[in-house]
């Protein structure tokens, strides 16, 4: 496979080749996280990048979707357009797909995989078009080989991502297989996990960049504080991941690859400030020591076993508070009592720090934390819809703060 795209349409479907040089990409990523997700992509060296929904467009060369795939904190997907059309019904997709040459990415012993996003009028089941994409490839290389490629949902050789927009479909590379957020070193998690490139936005929004200490009062498994332990080192968030899809295309490159990796790595730094995590549970103390051992970052983080209700600010200088407290979604809590220790033990104890916790319960839990916050931003955490919230927790009083 040969990557740099040059477009051209005849009777309104976009045709793409391939050929050398750069080409272009799109980065799925979660709500409210483009901003971000587009700021990494210009800092790794991106071209003409343009922000969507949950998504940002790019170009790069082969090696740039390398890098892309192992470096970018808070992308989900890495695509790869191949070809793009126009649907009035269900027979427009099969009969379009079914004009794709489809021999440059796959053979008839090829496994392949295909994952469908549809929002469309004509199309409301992603799993029906996944289904119907499927019947037009197997029985495109059943007519023209006599023989048909398998489907392998677990690990196949190639995975294609289907996407219709209202009247468009785009058929997409996946380049990067699993979800980015398995980053490889979490192998042990509590009852309400927290996904890695969430938490890595999160990091990412609080402002945090290593020169400041760190602190996740309500750690759990160690998510938040580990993806902060990278951003801080600057590591490449998916050092530690054992595959790409890319790896199993018939142009992958090894050798570029080595090259990327081995340049991203002499990047990597040594932050001296102090990254810590409290957890009142010891299976939570256990689980975030044992990703955190996992990650090889036993270094530059500290666990201890503390109720954060009964803790108080250990560092001198500027600290960030960053946590996932209960929503009482998954972890039964009283919400305002819950809601209202964290406001007095932030008071009483956390004098100088910037405390950020993202919530779904933005209303009563909120509410009674009993401060007032300086930002307020909408996310989501799955299906559900979240704030992500700040306090300034100032030494004296705000006046004050404002005077010197």
Known sequence: MKFVQAFYQLDGIVYICQMEGNFKMLAKSLFGFEPILAKELRNLGAINVKEGVRSVS?????????????????????????????????????????KFRWEKFMTAESTFAIHSVV???????????????????????????????????????VMFNIHIQKNKC??????????????????????????????????????YDGTQHFLDPMCGSGTILI?????????PANINRLEFAFEKWKDYDVAL??????????????????????????????????????????????IERQNFFDSEKKTEGKTIILFNPPYGERLSVNIPEFYGQIGDTL??????????????????????????????IKLFNGNLECRFVKYEMYKGSKKAKKNQ
Not at 176 to 188: F, M, N, P, V, W
Not at 194 to 203: P, T
């Open 58 to 98: 790019f170009e790069g060369d082969k090696g740039f979707m390398y890098k892309a795939n192992m470096a970018l904190r808070t992308a989900i997907k890495i695509l790869v357009p191949v070809y793009a059309f126009p649907l009035k019904n269900e027979d427009d997709l099969y009969k379009q797909l079914q």
């Open 119 to 157: 929002n469309s009028e004509v199309f409301t089941n992603s799993h029906y078009v996944s289904l119907k994409s499927k019947d037009a490839i197997v029985d495109y290389f059943r007519s023209k080989y006599h023989k048909r490629p398998s489907i392998d949902l677990r690990h196949p050789d």
């Open 347 to 376: 008071k009483q104890g956390y004098t100088d720090t910037d405390a950020w916790l993202i919530t779904s319960d933005f209303t009563e839990g909120l509410k009674s934390v009993g401060l007032r916050t300086s930002r307020k």
């Open 170 to 207: 785009t058929l997409s590379l996946d380049s990067s297989g699993e979800s980015l957020h398995k980053r490889g070193y979490k192998t042990d998690t509590n009852i309400a996990p927290i996904n890695e490139v969430l938490a890595a936005g999160l990091v990412i929004l609080s402002g």
């Open 227 to 235: 993806e902060a332990a990278m951003i801080a080192n600057n590591i």
């Open 257 to 302: 690859f080595d090259v990327i990796r081995d340049s991203l790595l002499k990047k990597v730094r040594n932050s001296t400030a102090e990254i810590m995590g409290y957890d009142k549970a010891p299976s939570a103390v256990r689980k975030a020591n044992d990703n955190i051992k996992n990650a090889s970052l036993e270094d530059f983080i500290k």
